[in-house]
Every structure is written in structure tokens, then in C-alpha cells.
Nanobody
Framework: QVQLVESGGGLVQPGGSLRLSCAAS????????IGWYRQAPGKQREVVAT???????DYADSVKGRFTISRDNANNTVYLQMNSLKPEDTAVYYC?????????????WGQGTQVTVSS
């Protein structure tokens, strides 16, 4: 059974920091690309940051220079370090793991963790 479990969300003041974690089980973690996505109320889910199985990272323009994605393959965990948080970063943050093996895509989502940036 595949599970992605996010943690680390919460309430933080503008300018503050949070570190989100996504712990994976039931998959060969090192094979998967991992992404962090977020969805604010009334908005579509959007990609925040991604990291390939080789460690190449990419970020949405809105978070470049503030967020850092990293992975620990030994512990099947991906992190999202979020600094200089803004109210517009408020959303539910989701972890995604995906890989294509042959012609078959595999795509898994976590349940999400709420991040609220407010004074």
C-alpha cells in the first residue's frame, strides 16, 4: 500500500518559516520524481516545487529564492523549506510522487497539510 504523509504545516506570521515533510512508504522512493503542490481556497492546484530522482529541482516563479525542495532517499522523505512566507502562500500543500515504468505511469498524492500565513 502506497502512502505519502505530509506534515509540518501550521500557522505562521508573515516573514516566518516552515518546513514541510513528505514521508513515503510502499514505493521504491529513489525512482520517483517528487513534487509539492498547493491549493488555495477557490483556486486551482498549482505546482510549487519539484525534484527529480536525480536531484534536479525546479520552482514556481512565485517561490523562487524563498522555498527549497530537497530529498533524503535513505529515509524516503522529501522536504520543502519555506522562508519569508507571505499571506499569499496560504494553502493546503500536497506531496506528489510520480514515475513512468515502461509505458505505465504511477502517480500518488498525499492528503495535504494546511499552511496559513497570517498576523
Amino acid at each position: 500500500q502506497v502512502q505519502l504523509v505530509e506534515s509540518g504545516g501550521g500557522l505562521v506570521q508573515p516573514g516566518g518559516s516552515l518546513r514541510l515533510s513528505c514521508a513515503a512508504s510502499g514505493i521504491i522512493f529513489r525512482r520517483y520524481a517528487i513534487g509539492w503542490y498547493r491549493q488555495a481556497p477557490g483556486k486551482q492546484r498549482e505546482v510549487v516545487a519539484t525534484i527529480t530522482n536525480g536531484g534536479t529541482t525546479d520552482y514556481a516563479d512565485s517561490v523562487k529564492g524563498r522555498f527549497t525542495i530537497s530529498r533524503d532517499n535513505a529515509n524516503n522523505t522529501v522536504y520543502l523549506q519555506m522562508n519569508s512566507l507571505k499571506p499569499e502562500d496560504t494553502a493546503v500543500y500536497y506531496c506528489n510522487a510520480n514515475v513512468r515504468i515502461g509505458i505505465t505511469p504511477y502517480d500518488y498524492w498525499g492528503q495535504g497539510t494546511q499552511v496559513t500565513v497570517s498576523s
